[in-house]
């Protein structure tokens, strides 16, 4: 689904993806865990190109979407991304934020879009919040409302950077239940975090990186009990 | 004490007349003042709207995907860049003077060359402030609006630009004043504003004191009641915030 060929990012001097190879294949819940600054959130923003990769190929699809002629719009339109920092729009409605991209972009009427939203608000049982103004919200309704704007497009895939390191311990677990439902569902995931408790249950890979390489990766399972790598070995210490 | 009073009233009483009641010399004060306001805002309508256009081919530019610079967007940035430069680094006078003598030299609507030459002028300035209005909205806003597939310019419009609008209001107002001050340049070109009816009355009546004091007290007090308008609409704004 999405083919990573020989992928390099520096910024300026600083070389932060360094020859990255690795396929999502459709379906799949890959986890991406590792310290800061080990490139795993540059790593996830290549993928819809929010970073340009300064080498190598990045496939979604089959179209090369590295390719400068590529149109990038129509390609992001289907993957969708959830940000440690929400990024909701405080300028409209919660309706609003998650009717706007698939009203502009041509997928539904509005009027269509505004069903979708009210379906998807149910889901994460927020309807009653359509009015709702995001910073009238908490941090684990924000975050839900951004998972629910970014499936508004009916994306093929979605990335998640650190979608719930930026909230309040106790609210957490809401965002994680829906990630876990969108996963039971068949989505393809792709999900830097910290949270090795979401990884062991949810992912079907665990990818881990450190110093712009993929050091070591293994279904779940394998993965924590058994590292091979002593890398991993002095991470996990650390954080289980 | 009183009767100090009575010389100083028999004094000045007589300038007061001349400068302003006399064959309703008041009228043209107000004529001043209404060629000065619609200076204002027509120059300052100009100048938003270039300085839109060059704020957004200018950040355009600077976001655009390396690889896939756009030749013509580069070239429209230098040529921002050429315009705000030599704008901002030339005295609005000289540059009255050339729209006036080099440029238009046979035109002889002045308040017409006033409006392009403040018109431009101001452009420049509010370029400025409208880039760094809209640089000033989290860059997270932008990669969400096009995580979402979005294109430029709809995220422009749809979330940044009424982001960066209350960040941009507080130095638009002071665009304005800053504006509505220098129009009194325009007299130097012939622009029939308000110095130029008090200086024209000045040189008539031999008394340039009452006239200019006059005119002082008329830009002061619009300023004075701008600024008012201002903080409260930058209050009306801060409350939505609140929501």
């Known amino acids: 689904m999405i083919d990573v060929k020989n992928l390099y990012k520096s910024f300026g001097d600083h070389l932060v993806l360094d020859n990255i190879s690795e396929h999502i294949f459709p379906g799949e819940k890959v986890v991406i865990i590792g310290p800061s600054g080990s490139g795993k959130s540059t790593f996830l923003r290549c993928l819809n190109l929010l970073e340009t990769p300064t080498g190598g190929s990045i496939t979604f699809q089959g179209t090369e979407i590295t390719d400068p002629k590529v149109k990038i719009d129509q390609i992001r339109q289907q993957m969708g991304m959830v940000f440690q920092h929400f990024n909701l729009f405080p300028n409209m409605t919660i309706q609003k934020n998650i009717t706007l991209a698939p009203v502009r972009t041509g997928l539904m009427k509005q009027e269509e879009a505004d069903q979708t939203a009210k379906a998807l608000l149910h889901r994460v049982g927020l309807e009653d919040k359509a009015e709702a103004y995001p910073n009238q919200l908490s941090g684990g309704q924000k975050q839900r409302i951004a998972i629910v704007r970014a499936l ?89 | 004490m009183f009767q100090s009073f009575e010389n100083w009233r028999d004094l000045i009483g007589p300038r007061l007349y001349r400068a302003f009641i006399e064959g309703d010399r008041w009228k043209l004060y107000l004529q001043g003042l209404g060629t000065t306001l619609e200076l204002t805002v027509i120059a300052l309508i100009f100048g938003v709207l270039l300085g839109l256009i060059v704020a957004v081919v200018r950040s355009a530019h600077d976001q655009q995907r390396i690889g896939r610079r756009n030749p013509v967007l580069s070239i429209l940035n230098v040529l921002c860049q050429i315009y705000t430069t030599v704008i901002r680094g030339t005295p609005m006078l000289v540059q009255l003077f050339i729209w006036t003598f080099v440029i238009f030299p046979s ?75 220098d129009t009194s340049l325009a007299q130097a070109i012939g622009g029939a504003e308000m110095l130029y009816y008090a200086s024209t009355i000045g040189g008539r009546t031999f008394d340039y004191m009452p006239p200019l004091l006059g005119i002082a007290a008329m830009y002061l007090a619009v300023v004075i009641v701008f600024t008012w308008l201002q903080g409260k609409l930058e209050r009306r704004l801060r409350e939505s915030d609140r929501r």
């Not at chain 1, 609210?171 to 062991?200: I, P, Q, S, Y």
């Not at chain 2, 597939?149 to 209001?169: C, E, H, S, V, W």
Request: zero cysteines; glycine letters at 10%; charged letters at 25%.
């Open chain 1, 152 to 240: 508004a497009m009916k994306p093929k895939v979605m990335l998640f950077d650190e979608p719930t390191s930026a909230l309040d311990p106790e609210m957490v677990g809401e965002v994680l239940d829906v990630m876990k439902e969108l996963a039971r569902e068949g989505m393809t995931m792709a999900v830097v975090t910290h949270e090795m408790g979401f990884a062991r249950e949810v992912g079907s890979r665990v990818l881990f990186m450190d110093g712009g390489h993929i050091i070591e990766q293994n279904e779940p399972a394998e993965f924590f009990t058994h590292p091979k790598s002593e890398r991993l070995k002095s991470f996990l210490e650390k954080v289980l």
């Open chain 2, 107 to 181: 035109q002889r609507n002045k308040v017409l060359v006033a409006f392009i030459g403040l018109g431009v002028n101001s452009g420049a300035y509010v370029a400025e402030i409208i880039r760094g209005g809209l640089m000033s909205v989290d860059a997270g806003q932008s990669e969400a609006g096009r995580s979402l597939g979005l294109n430029y310019f709809d995220t422009m419009r749809f979330i940044i630009i009424p982001q960066a609008f209350k960040a941009i209001l507080p130095s638009l107002g002071n665009e304005f004043i800053t504006l509505f001050k």
